[in-house]
């Protein structure tokens, strides 16, 4: 909870750092995120469910790997800054090595801006950069950061929506049911694509 994140306003632009803790404490206070969507050959969606040891929505499904870069040089650089945060943790939570993806092997499509309380002490407010990339990978999960993966397809997701057997994490539950479905089926024409021009979708 030392880690310092990334303090932005509603556009993105930087105000400074901020502590994890701080930035998650009560009601929150903006910071900048990304959330991964990692496909495979089949075009099936990583997702994870996050461990009991995490202080927010712990317990709950989420897309592939959902962070925060840190406030140094390397992260905060324009556009790239996120991707190489993304490369970080997907090692740090999913043991996927260093070299498996690069900088160019994602593609930003947009940002989402959401606030949820996960309980009375605890909360998510983030400007979430959306990243998608594809490839067919080896997990080994970190189980302080993971308590269990699986590979869903379409279809399969739509299923666990409207179902209650599985808690899903805020943020994933609102863009799975906006513009997942629409970037899904798109996929092979976004993933050929330079990065979107920034765009923030607005979910709070």
Request: proline share 3%.
């Amino acid at each position: 909870m030392k880690e310092m994140c990334i303090q932005v306003d509603e556009k993105d632009n930087i105000i400074g750092p901020i502590s994890k803790k701080d930035a998650h404490w009560h009601d929150g206070i903006l910071h900048r995120a990304f959330s991964v969507f990692v496909f495979n050959s089949k075009n099936e969606l990583l997702i994870q469910k996050r461990s009991k040891q995490k202080i927010t929505f712990p317990e709950h499904w989420a897309n592939t790997c959902c962070s925060h870069p840190l406030h140094v040089e390397d992260e905060m650089q324009d556009g790239i800054g996120v991707k190489k945060a993304a490369i970080r943790k997907l090692e740090h939570e999913l043991g996927i090595p260093l070299t498996t993806f690069n900088v160019s092997s994602f593609r930003y499509i947009g940002s989402v801006l959401y606030k949820a309380s996960s309980d009375v002490n605890w909360a998510e407010f983030e400007l979430d950069h959306i990243l998608l990339a594809r490839g067919d990978i080896n997990v080994q999960v970190n189980s302080n950061e993971v308590a269990e993966y699986a590979y869903v397809s379409k279809n399969a997701l739509d299923g666990i929506l409207r179902s209650e057997d599985r808690l899903l994490s805020p943020w994933f539950r609102l863009i799975a049911r906006s513009q997942l479905p629409i970037w899904w089926d798109n996929l092979d024409t976004l993933l050929e694509k330079d990065d979107a021009k920034p765009v923030i979708y607005d979910m709070r």
